[in-house]
Nanobody
Framework: QVQLAESGGGLVQAGGSLRLSCAASGFTLEYYGIGWFRQLPGKEREGVSYINNWDGSTQYSDSVKGRFTISKENGKKTVDLQMNSLKPEDTAVYYC????????????????????WGQGTQVTVSS
């Protein structure tokens, strides 16, 4: 069955880096876009980044643009999120999700457009 599993979270000091990985199984990764989201306690899950499966185009939220980089390795069946210059406000549970259809800059962050989600990985950035 379709499964997504995040890894790579942890505790890091402000200014540091982490690399999250999303391992996909049960489907052909080349056929689907993948998004990364994050959620703080008591807040809605928000889109962080997205990578399109057809042309490899990427999208980022304004809060992470220039600091985070999403990449996809179809052969390894993983989608990674490289996070640099981390800030305390980046602290959250990070989730990867499979897009149910082609997305673009206008709609990639809409949660309802994703059909499968991972369990999440905690990222904590200390000041």
């Amino acid at each position: 069955q379709v499964q997504l599993a995040e890894s790579g979270g942890g505790l890091v000091q402000a200014g540091g880096s982490l690399r999250l990985s999303c391992a996909a199984s049960g489907f052909t990764l080349e056929y689907y876009g993948i998004g990364w989201f994050r959620q703080l306690p008591g807040k809605e899950r928000e889109g962080v980044s997205y990578i399109n499966n057809w042309d490899g185009s990427t999208q980022y939220s304004d809060s992470v643009k220039g600091r985070f980089t999403i990449s996809k390795e179809n052969g390894k069946k993983t989608v990674d999120l490289q996070m640099n210059s981390l800030k305390p406000e980046d602290t959250a549970v990070y989730y990867c999700a499979r897009a149910s259809l082609q997305l673009d800059a206008s709609n990639w962050s809409a949660r309802w457009r994703y059909d499968y989600w991972g369990q999440g990985t905690q990222v904590t950035v200390s000041s």
